[in-house]
T-cell receptor, first 113, second 120 residues
Framework: DQQVKQNSPSLSVQEGRISILNCDYTNSMFDYFLWYKKYPAEGPTFLIS?????DKNEDGRFTVFLNKSAKHLSLHIVPSQPGDSAVYFCAASKASGTYKYIFGTGTRLKVLA | GAVVSQHPSRVICKSGTSVKIECRSLDFQATTMFWYRQFPKKSLMLMATSNEGSKATYEQGVEKDKFLINHASLTLSTLTVTSAHPEDSSFYIC????????????????FGPGTRLTVL
């Protein structure tokens, strides 16, 4: 039972354009959501998070949008850079920090120069 | 920032042997550590949650006698894969968090770089 899903396994975007990565979840108890970037054979790197009391959080080129009624979140990267090419995972939790995170299936982003 | 290390980064062993993987929080006290497993091109699957000084809580389907987790100190957790078999080959990742309120990383999780286990 995959509680967190990323339906697009891969995405290609031209450098300078916007990358939009999507994530859906099924458990309405999730209260805290995160996006991680991951390279092969490395641990995930935290990008940005959002709690359920917000619908948007922005940090530099990264913006996360949360639609609780649709149980959907998205990560926008603008402008996209070749260095952004990696696998992106969304994660959900019932709270931040010491609560377990449930990860999505990942989306491989390729930014073309 | 908070740093989590794992050792070894890569290990190859023969079927039937046991392998120990260490996860250390280098500059903070980790009251909680998590162990994940990632198969190629798949998601990170949570295996277990360990709180310092307590028995680990395993996720459904994870054999606790197969994957022994010890979190004896606030800076070290170990995962031992006992009697490893080729199907245990995977990428194992730990993360660490602190519920200590004056900790600089209170209520955030930091991930280690992972350990690639190959069982022949």
């Amino acid at each position: 039972d995959q509680q967190v899903k990323q339906n697009s396994p891969s995405l290609s975007v031209q450098e300078g354009r916007i990358s939009i990565l999507n994530c859906d979840y099924t458990n309405s108890m999730f209260d805290y959501f995160l996006w991680y970037k991951k390279y092969p054979a490395e641990g995930p790197t935290f990008l940005i998070s959002i709690s359920s009391i917000k619908d948007k959080n922005e940090d530099g080129r990264f913006t996360v949008f949360l639609n609780k009624s649709a149980k959907h979140l998205s990560l926008h990267i603008v402008p996209s850079q070749p260095g952004d090419s990696a696998v992106y995972f969304c994660a959900a939790s019932k709270a931040s920090g010491t609560y377990k995170y449930i990860f999505g299936t990942g989306t491989r982003l390729k930014v073309l120069a | 920032g908070a740093v989590v290390s794992q050792h070894p980064s890569r290990v190859i062993c023969k079927s039937g042997t046991s392998v120990k993987i260490e996860c250390r929080s280098l500059d903070f006290q980790a009251t909680t550590m998590f162990w994940y497993r990632q198969f190629p091109k798949k998601s990170l699957m949570l295996m277990a949650t360990s709180n310092e000084g307590s028995k680990a809580t395993y996720e459904q389907g994870v054999e606790k006698d197969k994957f022994l987790i010890n979190h004896a100190s606030l800076t070290l957790s170990t995962l031992t894969v006992t009697s490893a078999h080729p199907e245990d080959s995977s990428f194992y990742i730990c993360s660490a968090s602190s519920s200590i309120k004056d900790s600089l990383i209170y209520n955030e999780q930091f991930f280690g770089p992972g350990t690639r286990l190959t069982v022949l």
